[in-house]
């Protein structure tokens, strides 16, 4: 059983930052990635960020420039640095992680979210 907790959303003004956190615990015996999807009302999920153990990273073109991951997928710990934040970024915003357990079982974890609002 593979836990996320993720913090740091809330409402925030168009040209805003917040500071997104997640922190994974449990049976966990590798992490292979750590990302961040997001789901605004009425659409899909969609990935923003992820950030493999070796330290990769990738962005959704919507957010690049803007968006920046970091962490230590190792020590499954991730942030997300969101800047210039707009309307169009509110959303529900999920930290997700994939690894193995300690009997080399595969997990795909995921938080239960937290709210961005951009709004004036």
């Known amino acids: 059983q593979v836990q996320l907790v993720e913090s740091g959303g809330g409402l925030v003004q168009p040209g805003g930052s917040l500071r997104l956190s997640c922190a994974a615990s449990g049976n966990i015996f590798s992490m292979s990635r750590m990302a961040w999807y997001r789901q605004a009302p009425g659409k899909q999920r969609e990935l923003v960020a992820y950030m493999n153990n070796r330290g990769s990273t990738n962005y959704a073109d919507s957010v690049k420039g803007r968006f920046s991951i970091s962490g230590d997928v190792a020590k499954n710990t991730v942030y997300l640095q969101t800047s210039s934040l707009q309307p169009e970024d509110t959303a529900v915003y999920y930290c997700?992680?994939?690894?193995?357990?300690?009997?080399?079982?595969?997990?795909?974890?995921w938080g239960q979210g937290t709210q961005v609002t951009v709004s004036s």
């Open positions: 997700n992680a994939v690894g193995f357990t300690s009997s080399a079982a595969d997990f795909d974890s």
